[in-house]
């Protein structure tokens, strides 16, 4: 069943990530050649290599975890699933793509929100330069958005559906990674994702912290408050930086974190705290606004940001 609900998907639809890749590859050479030959530091040589690098992993890793949920959404769609929405009828891709674009904006602001997703997510955050390669920087761990995107099958929409639905998501969110384009006109700004808003989202100045999660439409983040206009260039990165471009630390480095803190802290609570928590959380401390949003105790924290 799984197997030939798949086959039945257009080959053109099967992965429009795997469409993209040739405007991805275009879009980054014309922005690198720019950066060169305009003398602006838009790339360093060693940071765009790590993203590409993880960007590449990233297809295999997605691959798996979205074969994994495949199995998962096709038994609740069959079983669970009170009705079936047919994937020939136009409402049903409106539903679809409105469903992935608010799922993914709940997801984004609980993987800032909780360590432990933040543990995925901190990667594609840890580039000081904000271009097309950052947007390659992707998580290996694919698991949170699997269970956030649960309610899209339990409605009724086809599985292979909705991978096709995340990935049209994550192909628009590509061109929102630069630097070299400014603003759009006012009304498409109001609605839609663009560079000028997810710049902001990759600040860490204070005025942008906890700001503009959205993935395609940024009338979510106006709807639920979370929304900040980019009034300043902004500074990219971690507050602490991470000091490495090695692509496996990258990934795994604050999971490590959470693992020290986890042995050293005293009762469940404080376990789960360092767990659950927002990233920084610490037991009894005097907190702070920190990087990405979390909480940080200004003693434990190095507050340095690059100039």
């Known amino acids: 069943m799984i197997a030939d609900a798949w086959n039945s998907l257009p080959l053109v639809l099967r992965d429009p990530v795997a469409l993209a890749v040739p405007a991805f590859v275009l879009l980054l050479v014309v922005e690198w050649v720019a950066a060169a030959k305009l003398e602006h ?34 038994l609740i769609y069959d079983h669970v699933a009170p009705w079936h929405l047919p994937a020939d009828a136009w409402y049903t891709w409106v539903i679809l793509l409105l469903g992935v674009d608010l799922l993914f904006y709940w997801y984004h602001r609980i993987a800032h929100r909780t360590r432990i997703v933040w543990a995925t997510h901190q990667a594609h955050h840890s580039s000081e330069y904000f271009n097309f390669a950052t947007a390659l920087r992707q998580k290996w761990n694919n698991s949170g958005e699997l269970i956030m995107w649960i309610p ?15 990935s049209v998501n994550l192909v628009y969110q590509f061109w929102v990674h630069t630097e070299r384009i400014d603003r759009m006109p006012r009304w498409f700004e109001f609605v839609f994702n663009t560079p000028s808003h997810h710049r902001v989202h990759h600040g860490s100045d204070p005025q942008y912290l906890d700001k503009n999660y959205a993935g395609i439409l940024v009338i979510w983040d106006r709807l639920f408050d979370t929304y900040a206009e980019e009034t300043s260039s902004p500074r990219y990165g971690l507050t602490k930086p991470v000091e490495t471009y090695n692509i496996v630390r990258l990934q795994t480095r604050e ?16 376990k789960l705290g360092y767990v659950f928590g927002p990233p920084g959380w610490a037991p009894g401390g005097v907190s702070v606004r920190g990087d990405r949003g979390e909480l940080v105790r200004e003693s434990l924290v190095d507050r340095t940001i690059r100039p």
């Open 255 to 270: 999971y490590e974190a959470i693992a020290r803190d986890v042995r050293s802290a005293n009762g469940l609570r404080a």
């Open 41 to 74: 530091g838009t790339y360093l040589s060693k940071d765009a290599r790590a993203s590409l690098a993880t960007g590449l992993v990233s297809i295999a890793t997605s691959a798996a975890w979205k074969a994994l949920g495949l199995v998962a959404y096709t």
């Open 152 to 166: 899209l099958p339990l409605i009724g929409i086809p599985p292979w559906m909705v991978f096709v639905g995340f």
